[in-house]
Structures are given as C-alpha cells and as structure tokens.
C-alpha cells in the first residue's frame, strides 16, 4: 500500500525547535516537498517552504524559513525517509505540515506536488 506519513509535530515555545519526519512506503521517495497550511486557511493550497531534491540532495527553503528550516535525508540510514529541522520556531509557523512527493525542488520552479501525506501539527506558543 502506498503512503506517506508525516510525524514530530507538537507544541512548542517560541525560539524552540522541531524535527519532523516523512516516511514513504510501497515506493521509493524521490524529491520531497514540505509545506505549511496555517490556521484559518484551509481553503487555500498550503504553502511550499522548504524541499530537497531526489537526485542530488539539494535542498532549498523559502525566504520566510530560511536560515531556520532545513531538509535532509540520509540514504546510508533510511532511503524512505526525509527530515525537517524547525529552528528558531514562531508562532506564524504554527499550523499544518504536509509533506509530498513532488517533481521538482529549487527556487522559481514549480514543485508540482502530486501525492501527499495527511499532514502534521505545529503548534508554536509560550
């Protein structure tokens, strides 16, 4: 069976930090795109803000989380999974985090999200 499940979210306070995790099973991940649905917006496509690349692991974030979130995967460990690390967390990071296999991972090109997991809450909050 084919799935993606996301996990790590939880509350946290504001400075602080998350790990979240996307694991793929019944097909091998290639590029993976995570993106965030705030509160309030649930009528509006979530936000793309940070993907690493199948091929060459690459990764690439947004200007709102640069600097603080990152994505990355270790082939050696788990070839199915990928890893988001949330720094230095706000409170408008708090909402939903989906990850998804997408086509493409970089700046100024569409990630073209095409199978997604059913999402993770973030809750940033003193």
């Known amino acids: 069976q084919v799935s993606l499940v996301e996990s790590g979210g939880g509350l946290v306070q504001p400075g602080g930090s998350l790990t979240l995790s996307c694991t793929a099973s019944g097909f091998t991940l290639g590029s993976v795109g995570w993106f965030h649905q705030a509160p309030g917006k649930y009528n509006e496509e979530p936000e793309g803000v940070s993907c690493i690349s199948g091929s060459d692991s690459t990764s690439h974030s947004v200007d709102s989380v640069k600097g603080r979130f990152t994505s990355s995967k270790n082939y050696a460990e788990n070839k199915n999974t990928v890893w988001l690390q949330m720094n230095n967390l706000k409170p408008e990071d708090t909402g939903v985090y989906y990850c998804?296999?997408?086509?493409?991972?970089?700046?100024?090109?569409?990630?073209?999200?095409?199978?997604w997991g059913k999402g993770t809450q973030v809750t940033v909050s003193p």
């Open positions: 998804a296999a997408i086509l493409r991972c970089g700046s100024d090109v569409d990630w073209h999200p095409h199978y």
